[in-house]
């Protein structure tokens, strides 16, 4: 307040007896509460209060100022005189503020004089202060309130967070434990300390991940990461994922001109460097992309692969696509001079169970979804005549018989005329008989011949009365040749030598000696038959 203000309020006169003077103490309120400063006066005997009021001494002025508020109503909202006229002289100011703060003194008058107090009251305002350690705290750390008035009157305090009540000046903090914090005196909730904030700092929690569902092939997709956290999560703190493997960093990530195999399950992950329960990094719920296509990669498998008249085939058309096809179409080209084709069927097989020549052509299949359709690649189906089949099988197997048989029959054929050969194959034996008993000094007309001994019997032992066979000279190497390879077309003889009787030979010789004992050329050598 920049003037003296001066409170008089005027109450019934009184009377008292006694010294003059004014007894005041010294108050400290918190700014914004009510406070009473405690005065009491006397007077000498004979005398009646006819008016009090109280004044501020301004420092500037040095001297206090006096302002008649009688008009002033009774019980004023900012000041109430709450004595009487006779001994009390409290005031009470309510809503105390800063400008309140200084000295106060008292004064009456009476009906033969006026006074003064001597020593003014002095009033200090002060501030509820709360404090909050840490004021920083990561989840899960210990929270201490504490609240300073600055006056030494006591008083009872509560606290409060964001307007809600705190149960407990000391606790553990949860990221719900973030806020204003304030402390009040009870019964005066009005009176408050400044709000002082709670930071409590805690690793990602609530990670999602935003993207679109469904996309067709060749379109594009953003991923768009988001996290409660503090502090918040920083660019470089997001990164994508797909199946378990990264893609890139970064809060948003968008992928262009897709494809099937971007289908997958996506997650992201946050980082603030602050850990939970050991876990820094938080993943979000997976989602999943699912890449829309049209049919693609058409094939037609045929089964089985080579038919025969009159035997069953089975095509398959097989395809890629996103949904899946849900109908396929049979079309059959009979002769490439067609150019349209003709529909036989519909479904992802086509059976035919017996095939014939109308059958035969060019296949393809055709392949729909909610996106659109495409054809496969065409196939020929060709047929063979089934006795063709039924009648190769013998006419190998025959074939093949006469041939083991033609084989074996040469073989045979060799065989018996290499034996023929060994059995035919003469022994060629030349043999110069002479005279036993000749003279060895020169040779008699000696009868030469050849002899091929019978192979299937042994060649007897000559007779004892045989002559001597003695070899035939050594011919040259051209000789033998020549005689052998001649000699499967000459037969020089046939000779079977039997044994001749000792006694008959030796009666033939003796008789033979007798009729001419100088003929040695009458001489039975041997017997030939």
Known sequence: MESLILIILVIFPGVRGGDWGVTSGDQCALRGSSVIIDCQYDYPSGRWVTSVGWSKLLPALGRPGHFILSQLPLNSAYFNYVGNYWSDCRLRINNVQHDDEGAYLFNFVTTINRWTSKRAARLSVRELTTVVEPSTVTEGGEVRLSCVSGCSTPVNLLWFRDGQPVPQPRFQATREDAGRYYCAVQGQETVRSAPVALNVQYAPRKVTLSMTPSVIKGGAVTFSCSSDANPPVPQSGYSLHKDGHLIGSGQNHTVSNIQPPHSGLYSCLAWNNISRSGISRINSTQLHLDVLYPPENMSISMDPLDV??????????????????????????????????????????????????????????????????????????????????EQSVPVLAGIGVCVFVALLLALLLCWLKQRTRAEKKPTVFDFRLSERGSSSSGPSDSVYANIQPNIRQPLPSPPPAAQEITPLPQRSHHEQEALVSNEDDVTYATVTIKPINSTHHMNSRSRAGDDDDDDDDSVIYASLA
Request: hydrophobic share 35%.
């Open 308 to 389: 025969v008249e009159g035997g069953s085939m089975n095509l398959s058309c097989s395809s890629a696509a996103n949904p899946a096809a849900h109908s396929y179409t049979w079309f059959r080209q009979s002769a490439p001079s067609l150019s349209s084709m003709l529909r036989v069927g519909s479904g992802p097989l086509l059976t035919l169970p017996s095939v014939d020549a109308s059958h035969t052509g060019l296949y393809l299949c055709t392949a729909r979804n909610q996106l659109g359709e495409n054809n496969s690649t065409e196939v020929m189906l060709t047929m063979r005549k089934e006795y063709q089949g």
